[in-house]
């Protein structure tokens, strides 16, 4: 069975702090994707990464950089220089295949940001 | 513009009633997703559909049907049977393995 742990419930920030979000997963398959996703107050979900098992490397977008470490099951998402619109709930995702056979995503409980001016 | 759209946006159900949300992507995604959210819960997937007729349960399908007669159109019928049918529930698309595109949502509330 496939799990994901988002442990932070809620982090308040000031702006322009720095903020990372973590997210540990649980995957016995050995090719796996995984996801960020913000949800902003009117709560459609937005897609901001997709990672493949076999891609360890960083990578930054803008404000936004991402840490993937297989060795500690860990995908953590990191906004530098925070800003209010950055305030959203993020959620983390694990896209694997279920015992049916089928392409399905598994997500954390998300982390409610709020970004205080 | 391609996108999946979701309607209605706000939908009210008296006690015993079943009620159907709408689902529609114009993205050609195979596979498309019904989730439900409750307040500060994660997504549960409720039903979903990797092809044309063919569906499948999710973690959370009791009091739930669906139908995928058209590629793009994967309604969801929440029926009486559902106990606490109350929550936000999510509509996404995807291609094969890659990234899913959410809905904005329908917000059902039961009266």
């Known amino acids: 069975a496939q799990k994901v742990t988002q442990a932070q419930t809620e982090i308040s920030v000031v702006e322009k702090e720095d903020v990372t979000l973590d997210c540990v997963y649980e995957?016995?398959?050995?090719?796996?994707?995984l996801f960020w996703y913000k949800q902003p107050p009117s709560g459609e979900l937005v897609f901001l990464i997709r990672?493949?098992?076999?891609?360890?490397q960083n990578e930054i977008s803008g404000r936004y950089s991402w840490n993937f470490q297989k060795s500690t099951s860990s995908f953590n998402f990191t906004i530098t220089a925070s800003q209010v619109v950055d305030s959203a709930v993020y959620f983390c995702?694990?896209?694997?295949?279920?015992?049916?056979?089928?392409?399905?995503?598994?997500f954390g409980k998300g982390t409610k940001l709020s970004v205080i001016p | 513009d391609g996108g999946i759209t979701q309607s209605p946006k706000y939908l009210f159900r008296k006690e015993g009633q079943n009620v159907t949300l709408s689902c529609e992507q114009n993205l050609n995604h195979d596979a498309m997703y019904w989730y439900r959210q409750d307040p500060g819960q994660g997504l549960r997937l409720i039903y979903y559909?990797?092809?044309?007729?063919?569906?499948q349960k999710g973690d959370i399908a009791e009091g739930y049907s669906v139908s995928r007669e058209k590629k793009e159109s994967f309604p969801l019928t929440v029926t009486s049977a559902q106990k606490n049918p109350t929550a936000f529930y999510l509509c996404?698309?995807?291609?094969?393995?890659?990234?899913?595109?959410f809905g904005p949502g329908t917000r059902l509330t039961v009266l």
């Open positions: 995957t016995r398959d050995t090719t796996y994707y």
């Open positions: 990672r493949n098992s076999f891609d360890e």
């Open positions: 996404a698309s995807s291609s094969r393995l890659n990234e899913q595109f």
């Open positions: 995702a694990l896209g694997g295949y279920s015992g049916a056979g089928s392409y399905q995503l598994t």
């Open positions: 559909s990797q092809i044309v007729n063919d569906f």
